[in-house]
């Protein structure tokens, strides 16, 4: 059989961000409205600076505002509920990212559900869940599995009727992808790691979603021939072929086999990874568009 298609996620979140400065432009044109996205980091913690440096970087690339907000690692949980607070009332902030992880001190839970819903384009506040689960069109989706999904439809079109797996539960990535396969009316099974025959419900599926963080989990005997696998796993290994104390990324797929089984299959890095802050504008742009009753550009 024929290797896998290799699914281009760099190339297509490329696209996605010339999309959203498109409907950026169409906002400024027709409604003197400059989206806004507000992001919180608190602490020093250095992937987290990478992630807020490139969100902030896109945004301005896209040309919407951004609003940068680096907190000392010691600020109160009452601090930062007030800066929340201001962000929520400022009509300029459209959309608000707090970066996660949050230091001890500080409960995740109480953060997320101070941020307005209207204004939570990461889409963890429990009403956005409540919207995406119930089906209603104004939820905010979280950033990942929406890539996934636009990823999904690039490559197949429709989706109606197709049998996915989604492997891994996590309220930020599995059950949202659960449900918006749902809502595409997919076929869908929530696996996880205590589900009886893994490997026999991995190859039943036309689409499999791996979103369990554990490195090359899934093997190309677990996947259906010319399905389509969507690997959201970013797990670091030694690699000591690059030399001494080298590591690189794996997916949880194991990609060399996976490749030889799956119809298309996205790669790690280069794959789901630069979705994520392209869907991060498109949400801010969306939310923009909820917030002033416009309605949302093609994106
Ligand atoms: N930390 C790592 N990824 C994310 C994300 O998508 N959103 C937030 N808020 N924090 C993160």
Not at 58 to 64: A, P, W
Not at 239 to 254: C, F, H, I, Q, S
Request: with cysteine; hydrophobic share 45%; glycine share 8%.
């Amino acid at each position: 059989m024929a290797k896998a298609k290799i699914i281009d996620g760099k190339a297509f979140a490329a696209t996605v961000r010339n999309r959203v400065a498109a409907a950026v432009e169409q906002l400024r044109k027709a409604y003197d409205l400059t989206p806004g996205l507000a992001v919180v980091l608190v602490g020093e913690d250095p992937a987290s600076q990478v992630y807020v440096r490139n969100k902030a970087k896109q945004t301005v690339e896209v040309g919407m505002e951004s609003f940068e907000h680096r907190l000392p690692p010691d600020i109160s949980e009452v601090q930062l509920l007030t800066l929340i607070g201001g962000l929520n009332k400022d009509p300029k902030v459209h959309g608000i990212l707090v970066q996660l992880p949050l230091p001890e001190q500080i409960s995740e839970a109480a953060v997320l559900a101070a941020i307005d819903p209207d204004k939570d384009v990461d889409g963890f506040h429990v009403v956005n869940a409540g919207r995406l689960a119930t089906g209603d069109a104004d939820a905010m989706v979280p950033c990942t599995p929406l890539g996934c999904l636009m990823m999904l439809k690039e490559q197949l079109g429709e989706l109606a009727g197709l049998k996915a797996l989604v492997l891994g539960r996590s309220n930020i990535v599995g059950k949202p992808m659960a449900a918006l396969l749902l809502r595409e009316s997919c076929t869908v099974t929530l696996a996880h790691s205590k589900t009886h025959n893994l490997t026999e419900e991995c190859r039943a599926a036309d689409i499999l979603i791996a979103a369990v963080g554990r490195e090359q989990m899934v093997k190309g005997s677990w996947i259906k021939p010319g399905a389509t696998v969507i690997d959201v796993g970013i797990n670091r290994i030694p690699a000591p072929e690059k030399g001494e104390d080298k590591t690189r990324l794996v997916g949880d797929v194991d990609f060399d086999e996976a490749v030889e089984v799956a119809g298309a299959i996205t790669p790690v890095p280069g794959g789901v990874g630069p979705m994520t802050i392209a869907c991060l504008l498109r949400n801010t742009v969306t939310a923009a568009c909820h917030q002033h009753d416009i309605d949302v550009p093609e994106m």
